[in-house]
């Protein structure tokens, strides 16, 4: 299942970082945080230790420089089309 989910900035920002220092995706680290927070949401006990592990692949490509990301100064056309659209919902909710 692919799920999208809107962070405030400051939050993103703390998920690149935490994702980078750990290598860990951003899928990874939110079923983690999803589990724990559903496990404790019904049984009212903290979830077991994230196992944290990553894949022999991801390891080899992140010691090859190949995971990260890359700023080209320029917002993808992907993630501007977005922010247009919400933005003209935005204004047309206002009216």
């Not at 999208?4 to 970082?17: C, F, G, K, M, S």
């Not at 680290?29 to 009212?44: H, K, M, S, W």
Request: proline share 4%; with cysteine.
């Amino acid at each position: 299942m692919t799920l999208t989910v809107r962070l405030p900035q400051p939050l993103e920002d703390t998920l690149d970082a935490y994702c980078a220092e750990r290598g860990l995706t951003k899928s990874h680290v939110v079923q983690e945080c999803l589990t724990n927070y559903l496990v404790q949401a019904r049984t009212g006990k903290v979830a077991a230790e994230p196992q944290g592990q990553v894949s022999a692949a991801y390891a080899a490509f992140k010691r090859a420089g190949l995971v990260g990301s890359v700023d080209l100064g320029t917002p993808s056309a992907t993630r501007d089309a977005v922010r247009q659209r919400a933005m003209q919902r935005l204004q047309r909710g206002a009216s």
